[in-house]
C-alpha cells in the first residue's frame, strides 16, 4: 500500500520558472514531512520539513505548503536554477512509529537554459 | 557531510555470496536507521536501532538479512544468500538537531548482485 503518493513523474522547467512538486498521502498519523533532494550515486539530502500545524514554510527559494484537511502537501521551487536538477522525494513519518520515513515514488526534475 | 559514513561505497558480488555493509555516524545518536532504496524508487524502511537494540524489522527485511549495532555507535547489515533482487542503494539515517524526525542520510552502499 502506497501510502504517500507523489507527481508529477518528471518534470522539465525553464531556468527562472517555478517548480511545483504535490504530494498526498493518507495516513493522518503522520506529523512530519520532509522534502529530500538526491543527486544520481548520493544519498537523499534533506532539504526543508514542515508540521501539519503550519499551512506554509519558506527557506530561500524552497517553500512547502501544506493543506491538512486535503491530506496534501507540495514544493515550489522559485527561480528554479539548472543546478536543482535532481530527483526530489516527499516523505512522511509518524512519531508514534519512531518516526521512520515513508516516501513518495520521487519527481525527476530537469532545469534546462 | 551529513555526519554519517558508509562502507563500502559500492559493492560487486555474485549470487549466492554474503556481502556486509557498515554505516559509521559521526557522533553518537540513539537511533540509526536502514533503508532500501531501488532504481528509479524512494527508500524504503528496512530497520532501526535505539541504541544496540534492534526494534523494528520490516517486512522487506527476509531471514537472509541482519542487522546489528553492538555498541550503540556503528552498525552493520548483512546479506546471506545474495539473490539479484537484492541489488538496491543500501542507506542508513540519522536522526540529527535534537528532533528524532529529522533523518539525514549517509552516501550509501550499492550493491550489484551478478
Known amino acids: 500500500q502506497q501510502q504517500v503518493k507523489q507527481s508529477p513523474q518528471s518534470l522539465i522547467v525553464q531556468k527562472g520558472g517555478i517548480s511545483i512538486i504535490n504530494c498526498a498521502y493518507e495516513n493522518t498519523a503522520f506529523d512530519y514531512f520532509p522534502w529530500y533532494q538526491q543527486f544520481p550515486g548520493k544519498g537523499p539530502a534533506l532539504l526543508i520539513a514542515i508540521r501539519p500545524d503550519v499551512s506554509e514554510k519558506k527557506e530561500g527559494r524552497f517553500t512547502i505548503s501544506f493543506n491538512k484537511s486535503a491530506k496534501q502537501f507540495s514544493l515550489h521551487i522559485m527561480d528554479s536554477q539548472p543546478g536543482d536538477s535532481a530527483t526530489y522525494f516527499c516523505?512522511?513519518?509518524?512519531?508514534?512509529?519512531?518516526?521512520?520515513?515513508?516516501f513518495g515514488t520521487g519527481t525527476r526534475l530537469q532545469v534546462t537554459l | 557531510d551529513t555526519g554519517v559514513s558508509q562502507d563500502p561505497r559500492h559493492k560487486i558480488t555474485k549470487r549466492g555470496q554474503n556481502v556486509t555493509f557498515r554505516c559509521d555516524p559521526i557522533s553518537e545518536h540513539n537511533r540509526l536507521y536502514w533503508y532500501r532504496q531501488t532504481l528509479g524508487q524512494g527508500p524504503e524502511f528496512l530497520t532501526y536501532?535505539?541504541?544496540?537494540?534492534?526494534?523494528?524489522k520490516s517486512r522487506l527485511l527476509s531471514d537472509r538479512f541482519s542487522a546489528e549495532r553492538p555498541k550503540g555507535s556503528f552498525s552493520t547489515l548483512e546479506i546471506q544468500r545474495t539473490e539479484q533482487g537484492d541489488s538496491a542503494m543500501y542507506l542508513c539515517a540519522i536522526p540529527t538537531g535534537g528532533f528524532q524526525e529529522t533523518q539525514y542520510f549517509g552516501p550509501g552502499t550499492r550493491l550489484l548482485v551478478l
Open positions: 536501532f535505539q541504541n544496540e537494540a534492534q526494534l523494528e
Open positions: 516523505a512522511a513519518s509518524d512519531a508514534g512509529t519512531a518516526s521512520k520515513l515513508t
